[in-house]
């Protein structure tokens, strides 16, 4: 019985380490931030997490967007309604699939890239040398990549949103036959800018944050072996799911909800 | 590979994603920089408003002539009172006009209908914050099955 309330005495102390040292890093991080001399690393990094993540981004786009509009196809067809199958398209991936799909493919693709490598860096003491040399580690390999993460994120949602509705034009209008001008102009219809479009796009923000903090920060403070690393890179990818998840339904419900 | 090629495949890519952001804008969302021009404001107060909300169309033989602006009570007569901004491009109407709250379908939203009327000798045309006096109220399908069965009764 004692050992059962220690452990979720332990847990908690855990926790609140663990949100203490990450909010202490994010603080520094963000704090570091401005120096010009530091954006190349950061451009560098746009590479590594955005175009490197370009083809299976625009690949599970293309066929989300293709199964969605057999799905929605399927089902409209029976109420002879499948003409509003172009903005049962846009509206769920605008809203919903697109910032999480999205999400969900760059915690695998690229969060977990960025543990691995932060993680060999700690575990071969690359990081410490740094500080050795009066180099912040937290200025010259954390803040890039953190703010090239929370760039690149929206990024490629866009990009994965525009591919899908093709991709459900592409089903619905050209192998099932529904009209290509109901498709667009029911779509336009439905679809407005700022509730739609871009709260899609504060999604997606706010996506970019937890995962490349998480990734980040699992990275960081690795346990200095070849267990840890993998760890962590499982943790980063559980985590960050989990996160985005739940952020998800948070958001959805003060967006859409009221 | 050089800093220039990765420059290069960035710029790439933040081209890409802001032609995305311009195609999701203007072809998905149908959003559009011409607007709805210059409005002026007309009043017109029914009986019962309905389903109507603030934006519903103004439509005549089914263009789109104006939008509903704002839907308030006169604490006088308890009539509803709604304000529509008519676009001025599409000109002026004579005070013999009347307008009328409809349905578009079964189901559908509720838009205010606007029946133009004959220009004769001694009438003006409405101008920025005239009045129409014709107007026909929303039809509740309540009251329209309880008069039915009303009427229903009366015959036996």
Redesign the interface.
């Known amino acids: 019985m004692l050992d059962y309330i220690g452990a979720v005495g332990r847990l908690s102390l855990y926790f609140i380490k663990t949100t203490g040292k990450s909010c202490l890093m994010l603080f520094h991080t963000i704090f570091g931030m401005p120096h010009p001399k530091l954006f190349?690393l950061f451009?560098?990094q746009?590479?590594q997490l955005?175009?490197l993540s370009?083809p299976i981004i625009l690949t599970a786009g293309l066929f989300i967007g293709m199964v969605l509009s057999l799905q929605g196809y399927n089902v409209l067809v029976d109420y002879a309604a499948e003409e509003s199958l172009g903005s049962m398209v846009?509206l769920s991936l605008?809203r919903e699939l697109g910032p999480v799909v999205t999400a969900l493919l760059f915690a695998g693709r690229a969060g977990s890239a960025l543990t691995a490598e932060i993680g060999l860096m700690q575990s071969t003491e690359q990081i410490a040398s740094m500080e050795m040399m009066a180099v912040s580690p937290l200025k010259r390999v954390i803040a890039p990549r953190f703010l090239a993460g929370i760039i690149t994120l929206?990024?490629?949602t866009?990009?994965f949103?525009?591919v899908a509705?093709w991709g459900g034009y592409l089903i619905g209008v050209t192998w099932m036959g529904v009209d290509g001008g109901a498709y667009?102009s029911v779509?336009?219809?439905s679809?407005?800018?700022l509730p739609?479009?871009m709260n899609g796009v504060i999604k997606s923000i706010v996506f970019g944050v937890m995962i490349t903090w998480v990734a980040l920060y699992n990275g960081y403070h690795v346990m200095p072996n070849a267990v840890g690393i993998s760890r962590s890179t499982t943790q980063t990818v559980v985590v960050s799911s989990l996160l985005v998840l739940a952020m998800d339904f948070i958001l959805t419900v003060f967006m859409f909800g009221m | 590979m050089s800093?220039k090629k990765?420059?290069l495949?960035?710029g790439v890519?933040?081209i890409?994603?802001m032609i995305?952001?311009a195609?999701?804008?203007f072809?998905?969302?149908?959003?559009s920089f011409k607007g709805e021009g210059r409005s002026y404001t007309l009043y017109a107060s029914f009986s019962n408003v309905g389903g109507l909300k603030v934006r519903s169309p103004v439509k005549l033989g089914g263009v789109v002539v104006g939008r509903v602006e704002n839907i308030s009570l006169d604490k006088d007569s308890y009539m509803p009172i709604v304000r529509l901004a008519m676009f001025e491009n599409n000109g002026y109407y004579p005070e013999t006009s009347s307008v009328a709250i409809l349905t578009s379908g079964l189901l559908g939203e509720q838009y205010i209908g606007l029946q133009p009327g004959f220009i004769d000798e001694g009438i003006n045309m409405l101008k920025d914050g005239g009045r129409f006096e014709d107007t026909k109220s929303a039809i509740v399908l309540e009251d329209l099955i309880g008069q039915f069965i009303y009427s229903i009764n009366k015959g036996d």
């Open positions: 190349p451009i560098g746009i590479f955005g175009i370009l846009a605008l929206p990024l490629l866009l990009i949103n525009v509705i667009w779509m336009q219809g679809v407005d800018y739609d479009v | 800093q990765i420059e495949w960035v890519f933040v890409g994603a995305s952001l195609i999701l804008a072809n998905v969302a149908g959003l």
